[in-house]
Protein backbone atom coordinates (compact mmCIF):
# COMPACT_ATOMS: atom_id res chain seq x y z
CA UNK A 1 0.00 0.00 0.00
CA UNK A 2 1.07 3.31 -0.99
CA UNK A 3 1.30 5.66 2.63
CA UNK A 4 0.97 9.23 0.95
CA UNK A 5 -0.32 12.32 2.55
CA UNK A 6 -3.26 12.99 1.72
CA UNK A 7 -3.16 17.03 1.43
CA UNK A 8 0.20 16.99 -0.46
CA UNK A 9 0.02 16.27 -3.60
CA UNK A 10 3.54 15.74 -6.02
CA UNK A 11 3.99 17.86 -9.05
CA UNK A 12 4.01 15.17 -12.09
CA UNK A 13 4.96 16.73 -14.98
CA UNK A 14 2.13 15.74 -17.40
CA UNK A 15 2.65 16.80 -21.12
CA UNK A 16 -0.41 19.35 -20.38
CA UNK A 17 1.67 21.69 -18.65
CA UNK A 18 4.94 22.35 -19.73
CA UNK A 19 7.45 24.38 -18.17
CA UNK A 20 10.44 25.99 -19.51
CA UNK A 21 13.01 28.87 -19.28
CA UNK A 22 14.01 31.58 -21.07
CA UNK A 23 17.04 33.89 -20.86
CA UNK A 24 16.96 37.83 -21.32
CA UNK A 25 20.66 38.65 -21.69
CA UNK A 26 22.10 42.19 -22.36
CA UNK A 27 24.70 43.54 -22.63
CA UNK A 28 25.11 46.95 -21.03
CA UNK A 29 25.83 50.48 -22.08
CA UNK A 30 29.30 51.21 -22.54
CA UNK A 31 29.52 55.15 -22.68
CA UNK A 32 27.30 57.52 -21.57
CA UNK A 33 24.55 58.79 -23.33
CA UNK A 34 24.63 61.80 -25.86
CA UNK A 35 22.71 64.11 -23.98
CA UNK A 36 19.69 66.03 -26.44
CA UNK A 37 19.95 69.56 -27.44
CA UNK A 38 18.47 71.11 -24.46
CA UNK A 39 20.27 69.14 -21.73
CA UNK A 40 23.64 70.03 -23.68
CA UNK A 41 22.71 74.18 -23.62
CA UNK A 42 21.34 73.66 -20.00
CA UNK A 43 24.43 72.34 -18.85
CA UNK A 44 26.61 74.49 -20.71
CA UNK A 45 24.51 77.69 -19.35
CA UNK A 46 25.30 76.09 -15.54
CA UNK A 47 28.74 75.55 -15.93
CA UNK A 48 29.87 78.63 -17.44
CA UNK A 49 27.68 80.26 -14.20
CA UNK A 50 29.82 77.89 -12.11
CA UNK A 51 32.80 79.33 -13.87
CA UNK A 52 32.13 82.94 -13.06
CA UNK A 53 31.43 82.27 -9.64
CA UNK A 54 33.97 80.09 -8.38
CA UNK A 55 36.86 81.17 -6.42
CA UNK A 56 39.85 82.73 -8.27
CA UNK A 57 42.62 79.75 -8.84
CA UNK A 58 45.34 79.79 -6.74
CA UNK A 59 47.89 79.94 -8.70
CA UNK A 60 50.64 80.90 -6.11
CA UNK A 61 49.94 77.62 -4.64
CA UNK A 62 50.73 75.36 -7.82
CA UNK A 63 53.13 77.49 -9.32
CA UNK A 64 56.06 78.30 -6.45
CA UNK A 65 57.00 82.25 -6.93
CA UNK A 66 60.35 82.50 -8.36
CA UNK A 67 60.22 78.73 -10.36
CA UNK A 68 60.29 78.89 -13.94
CA UNK A 69 56.79 76.81 -13.85
CA UNK A 70 55.71 80.11 -12.34
CA UNK A 71 57.60 82.65 -15.29
CA UNK A 72 55.85 80.53 -18.21
CA UNK A 73 51.99 80.69 -16.31
CA UNK A 74 52.06 84.44 -15.85
CA UNK A 75 53.87 85.02 -19.48
CA UNK A 76 50.59 82.85 -20.97
CA UNK A 77 47.46 84.92 -18.51
CA UNK A 78 46.07 87.70 -20.86
CA UNK A 79 46.74 90.78 -18.56
CA UNK A 80 43.70 92.31 -16.65
CA UNK A 81 42.87 96.11 -17.06
CA UNK A 82 43.81 97.51 -14.37
CA UNK A 83 41.71 100.89 -12.50
CA UNK A 84 43.55 104.39 -13.47
CA UNK A 85 42.31 107.54 -11.58
CA UNK A 86 40.69 109.62 -14.00
CA UNK A 87 40.15 107.41 -16.76
CA UNK A 88 36.50 106.27 -18.35
CA UNK A 89 36.27 102.97 -18.60
CA UNK A 90 32.50 102.44 -20.47
CA UNK A 91 32.14 98.38 -20.26
CA UNK A 92 32.81 98.86 -15.83
CA UNK A 93 35.46 100.08 -13.55
CA UNK A 94 37.71 97.16 -13.18
CA UNK A 95 37.40 95.14 -10.24
CA UNK A 96 40.41 93.32 -9.66
CA UNK A 97 41.51 91.54 -6.99
CA UNK A 98 44.77 88.49 -7.43
CA UNK A 99 44.88 89.61 -10.72
CA UNK A 100 41.59 88.19 -11.35
CA UNK A 101 38.25 90.63 -13.07
CA UNK A 102 35.68 89.67 -10.46
CA UNK A 103 32.79 90.75 -13.00
CA UNK A 104 33.81 87.86 -15.32
CA UNK A 105 35.21 84.45 -15.50
CA UNK A 106 38.48 83.96 -14.77
CA UNK A 107 40.12 82.28 -18.17
CA UNK A 108 43.19 80.12 -17.44
CA UNK A 109 45.51 79.39 -19.80
CA UNK A 110 47.71 75.88 -18.92
CA UNK A 111 51.52 75.70 -20.16
CA UNK A 112 50.77 72.23 -21.19
CA UNK A 113 54.56 72.04 -22.78
CA UNK A 114 55.87 73.01 -19.16
CA UNK A 115 54.22 70.63 -17.68
CA UNK A 116 55.33 67.78 -20.45
CA UNK A 117 59.26 68.86 -20.54
CA UNK A 118 59.14 69.19 -16.68
CA UNK A 119 58.47 65.21 -15.97
CA UNK A 120 59.98 64.05 -19.03
CA UNK A 121 62.17 61.81 -16.78
CA UNK A 122 60.04 58.89 -16.55
CA UNK A 123 58.39 57.98 -19.90
CA UNK A 124 55.32 56.38 -19.08
CA UNK A 125 54.34 60.05 -16.21
CA UNK A 126 54.44 62.16 -19.78
CA UNK A 127 52.76 59.89 -21.76
CA UNK A 128 49.93 59.95 -19.10
CA UNK A 129 49.84 63.64 -19.67
CA UNK A 130 49.74 63.46 -22.96
CA UNK A 131 46.32 65.02 -24.07
CA UNK A 132 43.42 62.31 -24.13
CA UNK A 133 41.63 61.47 -27.24
CA UNK A 134 38.19 59.94 -27.05
CA UNK A 135 37.39 57.10 -29.04
CA UNK A 136 34.65 57.51 -31.63
CA UNK A 137 31.37 56.74 -30.25
CA UNK A 138 30.21 55.24 -33.72
CA UNK A 139 32.29 51.92 -34.27
CA UNK A 140 32.86 50.43 -37.49
CA UNK A 141 30.35 47.60 -36.22
CA UNK A 142 27.78 50.19 -36.50
CA UNK A 143 28.48 51.48 -39.98
CA UNK A 144 28.33 47.97 -41.45
CA UNK A 145 25.40 47.26 -39.32
CA UNK A 146 27.19 44.38 -37.68
CA UNK A 147 24.56 42.82 -35.54
CA UNK A 148 26.38 39.95 -34.21
CA UNK A 149 29.16 42.14 -32.73
CA UNK A 150 29.06 43.77 -28.95
CA UNK A 151 30.53 46.95 -29.92
CA UNK A 152 27.87 48.48 -31.59
CA UNK A 153 24.82 50.94 -30.05
CA UNK A 154 27.77 51.64 -27.12
CA UNK A 155 25.26 54.39 -25.53
CA UNK A 156 22.62 51.24 -25.32
CA UNK A 157 21.23 48.13 -23.96
CA UNK A 158 21.59 45.02 -26.09
CA UNK A 159 19.49 41.90 -26.53
CA UNK A 160 20.71 38.56 -27.62
CA UNK A 161 17.85 36.99 -30.00
CA UNK A 162 17.84 34.26 -31.35
CA UNK A 163 16.04 32.42 -34.44
CA UNK A 164 15.82 28.56 -34.47
CA UNK A 165 16.10 27.21 -37.93
CA UNK A 166 12.68 25.55 -37.25
CA UNK A 167 10.63 28.57 -35.99
CA UNK A 168 9.90 31.84 -38.56
CA UNK A 169 9.91 34.07 -35.15
CA UNK A 170 12.94 35.97 -33.38
CA UNK A 171 13.16 35.19 -30.00
CA UNK A 172 14.95 35.39 -26.43
CA UNK A 173 16.62 32.41 -26.15
CA UNK A 174 14.47 29.60 -24.64
CA UNK A 175 15.43 26.17 -23.29
CA UNK A 176 13.65 22.84 -22.12
CA UNK A 177 13.86 22.19 -18.29
CA UNK A 178 16.05 18.89 -17.45
CA UNK A 179 14.83 16.73 -14.88
CA UNK A 180 15.41 18.42 -11.19
CA UNK A 181 17.13 21.25 -12.23
CA UNK A 182 16.78 24.76 -11.31
CA UNK A 183 15.49 28.11 -13.86
CA UNK A 184 18.61 30.05 -13.22
CA UNK A 185 20.99 26.90 -13.73
CA UNK A 186 18.68 25.61 -16.72
CA UNK A 187 19.31 29.38 -18.06
CA UNK A 188 22.76 29.32 -17.35
CA UNK A 189 23.76 25.83 -19.15
CA UNK A 190 21.25 26.18 -21.93
CA UNK A 191 23.22 29.27 -23.19
CA UNK A 192 26.81 27.35 -23.08
CA UNK A 193 24.94 24.53 -24.81
CA UNK A 194 23.72 26.67 -27.83
CA UNK A 195 26.65 29.18 -27.68
CA UNK A 196 29.71 27.67 -27.09
CA UNK A 197 31.91 27.55 -23.86
CA UNK A 198 33.59 31.14 -23.80
CA UNK A 199 30.88 33.52 -22.64
CA UNK A 200 30.87 34.89 -19.09
CA UNK A 201 27.57 35.71 -17.99
CA UNK A 202 26.18 37.22 -14.36
CA UNK A 203 22.90 35.97 -13.46
CA UNK A 204 20.79 39.14 -11.87
CA UNK A 205 18.72 37.34 -9.72
CA UNK A 206 16.91 33.29 -9.46
CA UNK A 207 14.09 35.39 -9.36
CA UNK A 208 12.24 35.25 -12.88
CA UNK A 209 11.15 38.38 -14.27
CA UNK A 210 8.75 37.34 -16.54
CA UNK A 211 6.71 34.46 -17.26
CA UNK A 212 5.34 33.84 -20.75
CA UNK A 213 1.82 32.06 -21.11
CA UNK A 214 1.28 30.29 -24.57
CA UNK A 215 -1.00 27.58 -24.43
CA UNK A 216 0.13 24.82 -21.75
CA UNK A 217 3.52 26.41 -22.09
CA UNK A 218 5.09 28.47 -18.85
CA UNK A 219 8.26 30.36 -19.94
CA UNK A 220 9.94 31.79 -17.22
CA UNK A 221 12.74 34.35 -18.25
CA UNK A 222 15.55 34.46 -16.13
CA UNK A 223 17.63 38.33 -16.37
CA UNK A 224 21.81 38.13 -17.08
CA UNK A 225 24.36 40.21 -18.41
CA UNK A 226 27.25 39.28 -20.56
CA UNK A 227 30.50 40.22 -19.01
CA UNK A 228 32.91 38.97 -21.27
CA UNK A 229 33.76 36.54 -23.70
CA UNK A 230 31.38 35.69 -27.44
CA UNK A 231 27.61 34.29 -27.89
CA UNK A 232 29.69 31.85 -31.06
CA UNK A 233 26.67 29.25 -31.80
CA UNK A 234 27.35 27.09 -34.73
CA UNK A 235 23.68 26.18 -36.30
CA UNK A 236 21.42 28.91 -35.03
CA UNK A 237 20.70 32.75 -36.23
CA UNK A 238 21.61 35.35 -33.62
CA UNK A 239 21.31 39.04 -33.48
CA UNK A 240 22.59 41.97 -30.60
CA UNK A 241 19.60 43.73 -30.45
CA UNK A 242 18.80 46.84 -29.23
CA UNK A 243 14.95 48.14 -27.91
CA UNK A 244 14.08 50.25 -30.64
CA UNK A 245 15.80 46.96 -33.20
CA UNK A 246 13.78 44.63 -31.01
CA UNK A 247 10.42 46.15 -32.31
CA UNK A 248 11.51 45.23 -35.81
CA UNK A 249 12.68 41.78 -35.10
CA UNK A 250 9.89 40.29 -33.18
CA UNK A 251 6.04 39.79 -34.02
CA UNK A 252 3.75 42.25 -31.84
CA UNK A 253 2.32 40.08 -29.85
CA UNK A 254 6.19 39.58 -28.28
CA UNK A 255 7.04 43.20 -28.50
CA UNK A 256 3.77 43.86 -26.51
CA UNK A 257 4.31 41.16 -24.05
CA UNK A 258 8.26 41.70 -23.20
CA UNK A 259 8.92 45.40 -24.33
CA UNK A 260 8.28 46.98 -20.48
CA UNK A 261 11.52 44.81 -19.22
CA UNK A 262 13.71 46.26 -21.97
CA UNK A 263 15.57 49.99 -21.54
CA UNK B 1 10.25 78.81 48.64
CA UNK B 2 9.62 81.79 46.86
CA UNK B 3 8.47 81.58 43.25
CA UNK B 4 9.46 84.89 42.32
CA UNK B 5 11.79 84.77 38.72
CA UNK B 6 15.19 85.62 38.27
CA UNK B 7 17.01 85.89 35.38
CA UNK B 8 19.70 83.97 36.07
CA UNK B 9 17.93 80.79 37.90
CA UNK B 10 13.63 80.53 36.56
CA UNK B 11 14.18 76.97 35.79
CA UNK B 12 14.40 75.29 38.77
CA UNK B 13 12.04 77.38 40.37
CA UNK B 14 8.88 76.32 38.37
CA UNK B 15 10.72 72.68 37.66
CA UNK B 16 8.02 69.90 38.67
CA UNK B 17 9.29 66.38 38.88
CA UNK B 18 6.84 65.26 35.70
CA UNK B 19 4.69 67.34 33.66
CA UNK B 20 1.32 67.18 33.85
CA UNK B 21 0.28 69.47 31.13
CA UNK B 22 1.09 68.99 27.53
CA UNK B 23 3.70 71.23 26.36
CA UNK B 24 2.71 73.82 23.55
CA UNK B 25 4.35 73.98 20.46
CA UNK B 26 3.85 76.36 17.95
CA UNK B 27 2.43 74.52 15.19
CA UNK B 28 3.62 77.34 12.38
CA UNK B 29 7.39 77.63 11.77
CA UNK B 30 8.18 81.49 12.28
CA UNK B 31 11.02 82.50 10.45
CA UNK B 32 11.70 86.44 11.87
CA UNK B 33 13.81 87.14 9.13
CA UNK B 34 10.66 87.21 6.59
CA UNK B 35 8.70 89.25 8.83
CA UNK B 36 11.31 92.20 8.36
CA UNK B 37 10.75 94.79 5.04
CA UNK B 38 15.24 95.01 5.83
CA UNK B 39 17.45 93.22 3.69
CA UNK B 40 15.01 92.19 1.03
CA UNK B 41 18.32 90.40 -0.90
CA UNK B 42 18.85 87.98 1.85
CA UNK B 43 15.62 86.35 1.56
CA UNK B 44 15.89 84.37 -1.05
CA UNK B 45 16.67 80.81 -1.19
CA UNK B 46 19.65 79.17 -1.87
CA UNK B 47 18.97 78.01 -4.99
CA UNK B 48 17.48 81.06 -6.51
CA UNK B 49 19.86 82.79 -8.85
CA UNK B 50 19.67 86.38 -6.84
CA UNK B 51 20.88 84.85 -3.50
CA UNK B 52 24.52 85.24 -2.62
CA UNK B 53 24.70 81.82 -1.87
CA UNK B 54 23.54 80.34 -4.68
CA UNK B 55 25.87 78.05 -6.73
CA UNK B 56 24.86 75.72 -9.49
CA UNK B 57 24.77 72.18 -9.43
CA UNK B 58 23.76 70.81 -12.76
CA UNK B 59 26.73 71.54 -14.75
CA UNK B 60 27.25 68.57 -16.21
CA UNK B 61 26.12 64.79 -17.27
CA UNK B 62 26.36 62.72 -14.35
CA UNK B 63 27.14 59.29 -15.80
CA UNK B 64 27.64 57.36 -12.43
CA UNK B 65 23.41 58.24 -11.55
CA UNK B 66 22.63 57.58 -15.41
CA UNK B 67 24.51 54.18 -14.84
CA UNK B 68 22.44 53.76 -11.58
CA UNK B 69 19.17 54.43 -13.21
CA UNK B 70 19.68 52.37 -16.51
CA UNK B 71 21.24 49.16 -14.81
CA UNK B 72 21.51 49.16 -11.26
CA UNK B 73 18.34 49.89 -10.08
CA UNK B 74 16.03 47.60 -12.58
CA UNK B 75 18.30 45.10 -11.47
CA UNK B 76 18.38 45.92 -7.73
CA UNK B 77 14.58 45.61 -7.92
CA UNK B 78 14.68 42.06 -9.24
CA UNK B 79 17.50 41.57 -6.41
CA UNK B 80 15.77 42.41 -3.78
CA UNK B 81 12.39 40.84 -4.41
CA UNK B 82 10.89 38.39 -1.98
CA UNK B 83 7.59 36.43 -2.70
CA UNK B 84 5.01 37.52 -0.55
CA UNK B 85 7.53 39.92 1.86
CA UNK B 86 5.74 41.77 4.39
CA UNK B 87 7.25 44.53 6.87
CA UNK B 88 9.60 43.09 9.38
CA UNK B 89 10.05 45.44 12.63
CA UNK B 90 13.64 46.54 13.27
CA UNK B 91 15.19 46.97 17.36
CA UNK B 92 14.19 49.57 19.05
CA UNK B 93 14.96 51.15 21.86
CA UNK B 94 12.65 50.49 24.58
CA UNK B 95 11.07 52.92 26.11
CA UNK B 96 9.26 52.72 29.69
CA UNK B 97 5.06 51.65 30.06
CA UNK B 98 4.54 54.96 31.57
CA UNK B 99 3.10 52.98 34.32
CA UNK B 100 4.92 55.37 36.95
CA UNK B 101 5.17 58.98 37.09
CA UNK B 102 8.90 58.45 37.38
CA UNK B 103 8.83 57.01 33.48
CA UNK B 104 8.32 60.28 31.97
CA UNK B 105 11.71 61.48 31.92
CA UNK B 106 13.71 57.85 32.11
CA UNK B 107 16.09 56.87 29.60
CA UNK B 108 14.79 54.27 27.06
CA UNK B 109 16.65 50.75 27.21
CA UNK B 110 18.69 49.57 24.66
CA UNK B 111 17.08 47.49 21.98
CA UNK B 112 16.93 43.53 22.25
CA UNK B 113 19.50 41.85 20.56
CA UNK B 114 21.10 44.46 19.23
CA UNK B 115 23.33 47.56 20.09
CA UNK B 116 21.33 50.94 18.43
CA UNK B 117 18.02 50.93 16.87
CA UNK B 118 17.91 49.21 13.43
CA UNK B 119 15.09 49.96 10.45
CA UNK B 120 11.94 48.79 9.91
CA UNK B 121 12.49 46.23 7.12
CA UNK B 122 10.23 47.04 4.16
CA UNK B 123 9.53 44.87 0.94
CA UNK B 124 11.49 46.31 -1.46
CA UNK B 125 8.92 47.81 -4.38
CA UNK B 126 10.15 50.61 -7.52
CA UNK B 127 8.85 53.12 -4.94
CA UNK B 128 11.70 52.24 -2.20
CA UNK B 129 14.67 51.10 -4.20
CA UNK B 130 18.14 51.61 -2.73
CA UNK B 131 19.83 54.52 -3.66
CA UNK B 132 22.91 56.19 -3.20
CA UNK B 133 22.36 59.44 -0.73
CA UNK B 134 25.60 60.71 -0.17
CA UNK B 135 28.95 60.27 1.02
CA UNK B 136 31.15 61.82 3.86
CA UNK B 137 34.56 62.28 3.91
CA UNK B 138 36.47 62.19 6.87
CA UNK B 139 39.91 62.77 8.71
CA UNK B 140 40.70 62.94 12.11
CA UNK B 141 44.35 64.11 12.64
CA UNK B 142 46.05 63.22 15.78
CA UNK B 143 49.21 65.08 15.05
CA UNK B 144 46.82 68.45 14.74
CA UNK B 145 47.23 68.49 18.73
CA UNK B 146 50.93 69.26 18.65
CA UNK B 147 50.78 71.46 15.78
CA UNK B 148 47.38 73.18 13.97
CA UNK B 149 48.43 73.56 10.75
CA UNK B 150 48.22 70.12 9.92
CA UNK B 151 44.47 70.28 10.22
CA UNK B 152 44.66 73.19 7.70
CA UNK B 153 46.15 70.79 5.46
CA UNK B 154 43.86 67.56 6.18
CA UNK B 155 41.46 70.45 4.72
CA UNK B 156 43.41 70.89 2.39
CA UNK B 157 43.48 67.16 1.11
CA UNK B 158 39.71 66.79 1.39
CA UNK B 159 38.70 70.05 -0.60
CA UNK B 160 41.13 68.46 -3.14
CA UNK B 161 40.32 65.52 -3.39
CA UNK B 162 36.34 65.72 -3.48
CA UNK B 163 35.84 69.65 -4.99
CA UNK B 164 33.53 70.48 -2.00
CA UNK B 165 34.12 72.62 0.78
CA UNK B 166 34.87 71.15 3.86
CA UNK B 167 33.84 71.34 7.80
CA UNK B 168 36.27 71.60 11.15
CA UNK B 169 35.68 68.95 13.60
CA UNK B 170 35.93 69.29 16.57
CA UNK B 171 36.97 66.86 19.70
CA UNK B 172 33.75 66.49 21.87
CA UNK B 173 35.21 65.01 24.78
CA UNK B 174 38.46 65.39 27.14
CA UNK B 175 40.73 62.72 27.56
CA UNK B 176 43.98 63.02 29.31
CA UNK B 177 45.44 60.53 27.80
CA UNK B 178 45.51 61.68 24.94
CA UNK B 179 46.04 65.12 25.39
CA UNK B 180 42.52 66.07 23.88
CA UNK B 181 40.50 68.83 24.98
CA UNK B 182 36.91 69.06 23.83
CA UNK B 183 36.73 72.01 21.51
CA UNK B 184 39.57 71.47 19.70
CA UNK B 185 40.19 71.42 16.42
CA UNK B 186 41.27 67.50 15.13
CA UNK B 187 40.56 66.96 11.71
CA UNK B 188 37.73 67.50 8.43
CA UNK B 189 35.31 66.27 6.96
CA UNK B 190 33.84 66.91 3.84
CA UNK B 191 29.46 65.95 3.14
CA UNK B 192 29.64 65.16 -0.67
CA UNK B 193 25.87 64.74 -2.45
CA UNK B 194 24.95 64.83 -5.89
CA UNK B 195 27.47 65.18 -8.83
CA UNK B 196 30.56 65.85 -6.09
CA UNK B 197 29.41 62.58 -4.36
CA UNK B 198 28.83 60.78 -7.84
CA UNK B 199 32.56 62.21 -9.28
CA UNK B 200 33.70 60.99 -6.06
CA UNK B 201 32.74 57.21 -5.79
CA UNK B 202 33.57 57.15 -9.65
CA UNK B 203 37.46 58.17 -9.37
CA UNK B 204 37.25 55.93 -5.91
CA UNK B 205 36.27 52.38 -8.03
CA UNK B 206 38.35 53.28 -10.94
CA UNK B 207 41.84 54.91 -10.57
CA UNK B 208 42.17 55.12 -6.40
CA UNK B 209 41.22 51.12 -5.29
CA UNK B 210 42.57 48.87 -7.87
CA UNK B 211 45.83 50.90 -7.44
CA UNK B 212 45.57 50.04 -3.76
CA UNK B 213 48.27 47.19 -2.60
CA UNK B 214 46.59 43.80 -1.80
CA UNK B 215 43.26 45.28 -2.76
CA UNK B 216 40.59 42.63 -3.26
CA UNK B 217 37.47 44.48 -2.76
CA UNK B 218 35.56 46.08 0.55
CA UNK B 219 35.34 43.87 3.75
CA UNK B 220 32.06 41.96 3.54
CA UNK B 221 31.77 42.67 7.59
CA UNK B 222 31.49 46.76 6.97
CA UNK B 223 28.55 48.10 7.53
CA UNK B 224 26.28 50.00 10.75
CA UNK B 225 23.34 47.57 9.92
CA UNK B 226 21.49 50.52 8.56
CA UNK B 227 22.63 50.68 4.97
CA UNK B 228 25.88 52.63 5.77
CA UNK B 229 29.31 51.16 4.67
CA UNK B 230 32.91 52.95 5.43
CA UNK B 231 35.64 52.24 3.85
CA UNK B 232 39.17 53.39 5.67
CA UNK B 233 41.95 54.65 3.50
CA UNK B 234 45.63 54.86 4.62
CA UNK B 235 47.90 57.62 3.50
CA UNK B 236 49.03 55.53 1.06
CA UNK B 237 46.15 54.83 -0.23
CA UNK B 238 45.36 59.12 -0.49
CA UNK B 239 48.65 58.91 -3.06
CA UNK B 240 46.58 56.83 -5.77
CA UNK B 241 44.14 59.91 -6.05
CA UNK B 242 45.01 62.19 -9.67
CA UNK B 243 44.55 65.32 -7.85
CA UNK B 244 47.56 64.34 -5.42
CA UNK B 245 49.53 62.39 -7.68
CA UNK B 246 49.61 64.95 -10.16
CA UNK B 247 51.48 66.90 -7.79
CA UNK B 248 53.04 65.16 -5.14
CA UNK B 249 55.53 67.71 -3.90
CA UNK B 250 52.84 70.20 -2.59
CA UNK B 251 52.22 67.06 -0.50
CA UNK B 252 54.41 66.40 2.50
CA UNK B 253 51.86 65.33 4.78
CA UNK B 254 48.60 62.88 3.86
CA UNK B 255 46.56 61.92 5.90
CA UNK B 256 44.43 58.64 6.25
CA UNK B 257 40.78 59.17 6.10
CA UNK B 258 36.82 57.28 6.23
CA UNK B 259 35.01 57.24 3.21
CA UNK B 260 31.17 56.77 4.46
CA UNK B 261 29.13 55.87 1.53
CA UNK B 262 25.03 56.56 2.58
CA UNK B 263 22.49 54.79 1.03
CA UNK B 264 19.09 55.40 2.00
CA UNK B 265 18.79 50.85 2.32
CA UNK B 266 17.63 49.56 5.33
CA UNK B 267 20.14 47.21 5.75
CA UNK B 268 23.36 46.51 5.14
CA UNK B 269 22.91 43.45 2.52
CA UNK B 270 21.09 45.96 0.21
CA UNK B 271 23.70 48.53 0.70
CA UNK B 272 26.38 46.02 -0.06
CA UNK B 273 24.21 45.17 -3.66
CA UNK B 274 23.83 48.73 -4.49
CA UNK B 275 27.67 49.69 -3.98
CA UNK B 276 28.70 46.67 -5.36
CA UNK B 277 26.42 47.77 -8.37
CA UNK B 278 28.87 50.98 -8.92
CA UNK B 279 32.13 48.66 -9.08
CA UNK B 280 33.38 48.40 -5.91
CA UNK B 281 33.30 44.87 -5.25
CA UNK B 282 32.88 42.95 -1.64
CA UNK B 283 35.18 40.00 -0.21
CA UNK B 284 34.67 37.94 2.92
CA UNK B 285 37.18 39.29 5.90
CA UNK B 286 37.39 41.45 8.35
CA UNK B 287 36.53 44.83 8.91
CA UNK B 288 39.00 47.09 7.61
Redesign the interface.
Known amino acids: MSARRALSTAATASPSNVIKTGLIISR ?2 IV ?2 T ?1 TKL ?1 SI ?2 EY ?2 E ?2 KR ?1 TWTFPHW ?2 FKKGTLAEKAYTKLQKKPIFKVPDVFYPRGVPDLKHGRERSEKQVIVLPEDVVETSSGEEGGESAMLKKIVPNSRVTEADQKKDMQSLERALEE ?1 LYLLVKENTKENWEFPTFDMANGSLLHNRAEAGLKEIGGPHIHTWT ?2 N ?1 P ?1 KVLQDGQTNTFYI ?1 SHILAGKFAPTDLEFAWVTKKEFKDKVSETYYTQMSHLL ?1 | MSLKRHFSTSSPAYKVGCSIVEPVHHLVKIDKRRLSPRFPELKYEKNDIRSSGFKPTVTHQDRVQEHYYHTVQPDLLLMAYKHGATTVKGAKARRWDGSSPYHVNRKAGKPAGAYSETADQKPITPKNIPQLSGLTVSSFVKEAKDNRLLQISSMLQLQQITGVKPKRVLAKTNVVSWKLKAGKVVGAKVHCKGRPASQFLATLSEIVLPRVREYNGIYESNGDKNGNITIGMTPEDVENFPEIEANQDLWPHLFGMHVNINTTARNDDHAKMLISGFGLPFTRGKKN
Open positions: TPSKPEYYQSLELYYHVSTCKN
